[in-house]
């Protein structure tokens, strides 16, 4: 049974920074890309960055270039977010993703909420103005 588990998020000041950390099981790590996405309140889930299985190549949603950093670590099976200069509107459920045993699915950048099976249950990201 694969399972993603979230943590790292909480209450901060704009301009500071958290990082988030996702530990998956169940599933061969190293051959998955993975992906983050978060949802503010009344809003739909929306992508943030993805990453391939190598770790070579990263796609990041244009609110978030320059600012986040997506990395992971298949030795540990972890997908990390590092998320710099926080801004209110940052303020979301942050989710991780994987796609299906036979990849991803949807377009170009692994952006979309449907190319992708399982999901982790969130981390509260909050960013005080």
């Known amino acids: 049974q694969v399972q993603l588990v979230e943590s790292g998020g909480g209450l901060v000041q704009a301009g500071g920074s958290l990082r988030l950390s996702c530990a998956a099981s169940g599933l061969t790590f190293s051959i998955y890309a993975m992906g983050w996405f978060r949802q503010a309140p009344g809003k739909e889930r929306e992508f943030v960055a993805a990453i391939r299985w190598s770790g070579g190549t990263t796609y990041y949603a244009d609110s978030v270039k320059g600012r986040f950093t997506i990395s992971r670590d298949n030795a540990k099976n972890s997908v990390y977010l590092q998320m710099n200069s926080l801004k209110p509107e940052d303020t979301a459920v942050y989710y991780c993703?994987?796609?299906?045993?036979?990849?991803?699915?949807?377009?170009?950048?692994?952006?979309?909420?449907?190319?992708?099976?399982?999901w982790g249950q969130g981390t509260q990201v909050t960013v005080s103005s």
């Open positions: 993703a994987a796609p299906p045993p036979w990849g991803y699915s949807g377009s170009d950048g692994y952006s979309e909420t449907k190319g992708y099976d399982y």
